[in-house]
C-alpha cells in the first residue's frame, strides 16, 4: 500500500519460503492467501490462480475449516470473472465466508465482487453493493482498501454513463485525501491517474498535471506496477 511494490514482492516470495520450510498447513494457508491478495490487489491475473490452486490443494489434503476453502474460492473465482464466468461463485463464496469469519479481508472482497458485477454490465448492483460495503467500513473499520474502494467507485459511476461525471470526480478526489491520510502511495497514485484522465477528457490539462505531479515525484521506482508507467508518461505529456 506504501508504494513499496518490489521489497512487498520480496517479502511474500520470503513468507511463502519460510512457510514451506515450516511445513505448517494453516501457516502455508495463510502465506498463499496472503500472496493471492496481493496479486489480487494489484490486478496480476497469472498470479492468484498460481497462489490460490496451491491453497487449494493444501486445504484439500488436509481438510481446513471453511475459511480457508472459502478464501480459496473467492480468489479462484475471481480469475474466472476476469473470462466473464464466475461472478456466482465470487457471490457464493463471500457469502460463505461472511457466515464463518467476522471482517477480515471482506471490503477487497467485496469491492472487487461489484468491479465483476459492474464489468458484466450490472452496474446498479456493483454500485450497490460497494455503496453497503463502504458503509459497512463505519461499523469494522476494516479501511485499509477505503481508497481503492473510492476510486472503484468511480469507474463503476463512468461505466453508468450519463451525468456521473461530476460524482465520478468526487469519489477520486475521496480517494485520494483518504491514501494522503494513510500514506497508501500506491492507492494515491492509482486515483490521481484516474483523475487526471478525467480532467484531460474535460480539457482541463493544468488540473490533471497538478493532481497527478504530486502523486509521481518520489514513488519507489519499480517494474511491477504498470500505474507508475502509465502516469509518468501522461505527465510527461501534461507537461508544458
Known amino acids: 500500500m506504501l508504494g513499496w511494490i518490489d521489497e512487498a514482492l520480496r517479502l511474500a516470495d520470503r513468507t511463502l519460503a519460510d512457510a514451506k520450510s515450516a511445513a505448517h498447513a494453516p501457516t502455508t494457508s495463510y502465506a498463499l492467501a496472503y500472496a493471492a491478495l496481493l496479486a489480487l490487489v494489484r490486478y496480476n491475473p497469472k498470479a492468484v490462480p498460481t497462489y490460490s490452486q496451491a491453497m487449494a490443494d493444501i486445504v484439500s489434503r488436509y481438510d481446513l475449516p471453511a475459511p480457508f476453502s472459502s478464501i480459496t474460492a473467492f480468489f479462484q473465482s475471481w480469475t474466472r470473472c476476469l473470462r466473464d464466468e464466475g461472478e456466482a461463485e465470487m457471490r457464493r463464496s463471500i ?24 464489468r458484466a454490465g450490472d452496474t446498479d448492483a456493483g454500485l450497490q453493493r460497494l455503496d453497503g460495503a463502504l458503509a459497512e467500513l463505519e461499523r469494522t473499520e476494516e479501511r485499509w482498501y477505503e481508497a481503492e474502494m473510492h476510486r472503484i467507485r468511480c469507474e463503476i459511476l463512468l461505466k453508468r454513463g450519463g451525468a456521473n461525471t461530476a460524482a465520478a470526480g468526487q469519489s477520486l478526489q475521496t480517494a485520494i485525501a483518504i491514501a494522503q491520510s494513510q500514506k497508501a502511495r500506491s492507492f494515491e497514485l492509482r486515483a490521481a491517474l484516474s483523475l487526471a484522465k478525467l480532467y484531460r477528457a474535460a480539457t482541463r490539462d493544468a488540473d490533471a498535471h497538478a493532481v497527478l505531479a504530486p502523486a509521481v515525484e518520489g514513488f519507489p521506482p519499480t517494474q511491477q506496477f504498470s500505474e507508475l508507467a502509465e502516469a509518468q508518461a501522461l505527465l510527461a505529456a501534461l507537461s508544458p
Open 95 to 118: 457469502g460463505i465466508y461472511r457466515e464463518q469469519v467476522s471482517v477480515w479481508l471482506l471490503a477487497s472482497f467485496e469491492a472487487a465482487l461489484a468491479e465483476a458485477e459492474a
